[in-house]
């Protein structure tokens, strides 16, 4: 059985659309109807014809996903795709920062569950963070889960941030450090370093760029020769769109697991099962529809 042809077939037959995050596998970029960071991803779901969508990334992107079409059903193909940075962040992370900062705005990335983005003001995404926040009549703002990018929003923005919870991390970025800086530099002494601004802030302090995934796919016709400091397909996305550049993994290591718990295979039995079915309970879904049709909004 030839898995692609099967799935271009299911597609077809149940008008079906797969979208893929910029950190998923070659292969399943490369069947995907549309690949995007989170910003693109969210914005395309909403923008589609298609019955059913199967969302190849992880469980919040899916989330996403629904919250935006609830007439329509959305499929993880994998119940292990989850993001472990999302996780870190409990209502009640939120609710004591409100408890402490009264008249603050919650403002979520969202890479986060949809039951702590119910709690939200706004969420935003690593392209759209400092703009957004800008945009905030508050001073201050709790800002969660990912303690580097509240760091980042904080350098460029003249808002106190405070970021809940106290480390949180993601745990792909967290492994770039300055030797990796270091040896791209001594490597690639003619590359420019590219570098998502989850990562510590004494790696971002050492960018050429610092910018989302969609930022870099922009960015990228800049420069010649880049190293990329982030998950470590975005390689393979760069390298897809612009052939004649050249681009480097800052770090072979830095790859999520969740991203990468989804196969050609599970895309497959997906389609094929249609499974497995996100499911947001409304009263969640309302409220968390509120933020992030904020976000979309405030990104124009």
Known sequence: MNLVDEILKLKEEKNAIILAHNYQLPEIQDIADFVGDSLELARKSQRIDADIIVFAGVDFMAETAKILNPQKKVLLPSKRATCVMANMLKIEHILEAKRRYPEASVVLYVNTTA?????????VTSANAVKIVQKLDADEIIFGPDNNLAYYVAERTNKKIIP?????????????????????MTVYPKAKLMVHPECNPEVQEKADLIVSTGGMVRNACLYDEWVVFTEKEMVYRLKKLYPNKRFYPANEDAFCIGMKSITL?????????EKYEIEVPKDIAERARKAIERMLKLSD
């Not at 039951?115 to 969420?123: G, M, P």
């Not at 295979?265 to 389609?271: A, D, G």
Request: aromatic content about 10%; overall charge negative.
């Open 265 to 273: 295979k599970h895309i497959y039995e997906s389609l094929r099962d």
């Open 164 to 184: 809940i919870p106290e480390g949180g991390h993601c745990y792909v970025h967290k492994k770039f450090t300055i030797e990796d800086v270091e040896r791209a």
């Open 115 to 123: 039951e702590t983005k119910a709690y939200a003001d706004v969420t």
